[in-house]
T-cell receptor, first 117, second 107 residues
Framework: DSGVTQTPKHLITATGQRVTLRCSPR?????VYWYQQSLDQGLQFLIQ???????AKGNILERFSAQQFPDLHSELNLSSLELGDSALYFC????????????????FGSGTRLTVV | GQSLEQPSEVTAVEGAIVQINCTYQ??????LSWYQQHDGGAPTFLSY????GLEETGRFSSFLSRSDSYGYLLLQELQMKDSASYFC????????FGKGTRLHILP
């Protein structure tokens, strides 16, 4: 158990629908990152939150949105789902430098596998 | 923009040594990380280099040359359990990952 909790582990839904993926970071970590990994692809950065505020944005579609709540858990909302959105969605958290481990590294959750049919 | 290049696949023999190279182009750079991911699993952090040189952690070592925008991961005494994908990643205010190198290990 990495300490980063993602729910649900699997999700199957139809095109056009909306889903919410949830992530609880490791205790003490203030930063949360969302990544998308399609089949045989690398990890595509979506968005980062730090202590409730959006810190950085990657190639996140307008149909996707996220937020981080006061208790530091984060949710990624995916709407108007398309077949191409089928992927593994990972959440990761990090601690401030020097307060690791892993120093300067991320701890990933086990991911949510989304299948759009 | 940012880009990282690493080989898509590498094959090596159990007990041998293998090196996975990574070159990068980034606007900002604080350091180079390496992550391991087994099929269907989560990426796990292996190492981080902020300064030039070699960092050793058990059977794994990672090297960085900032002037060459180049780094590598060295895996020694390969074991079958090392069969996985390995990602290099560049850190500025967030971490950008390469597409990964799938390591196949032959008995």
């Amino acid at each position: 158990d990495s300490g980063v909790t993602q729910t649900p582990k699997h999700l199957i839904t139809a095109t056009g629908q909306r889903v919410t993926l949830r992530c609880s970071p490791r205790s003490g970590d203030l930063s949360v990152y969302w990544y998308q990994q399609s089949l045989d692809q690398g990890l595509q950065f979506l968005i980062q939150y730090y202590n409730g505020e959006e810190r950085a944005k990657g190639n996140i579609l307008e149909r996707f949105s996220a937020q981080q709540f006061p208790d530091l858990h984060s949710e990624l909302n995916l709407s108007s789902l398309e077949l191409g959105d089928s992927a593994l969605y990972f959440c990761a958290s990090s601690s401030p430098p020097g307060q690791g481990p892993p120093d300067y590294g991320y701890t990933f959750g086990s991911g949510t596998r989304l299948t759009v049919v | 923009g940012q880009s990282l290049e690493q080989p898509s696949e590498v094959t090596a023999v159990e007990g041998a040594i293998v090196q996975i190279n990574c070159t990068y182009q980034t606007s900002g750079f604080y350091g180079l990380s390496w992550y391991q991911q087994h099929d269907g699993g989560a990426p796990t952090f292996l190492s981080y280099n902020a300064l030039d040189g070699l960092e050793e952690t058990g059977r794994f070592s990672s090297f960085l040359s900032r002037s060459d925008s180049y780094g590598y991961l060295l895996l020694q005494e390969l074991q079958m359990k090392d069969s996985a994908s390995y990602f290099c990643a560049v850190r500025d205010d967030k971490i950008i990952f390469g597409k990964g190198t799938r390591l196949h290990i032959l008995p």
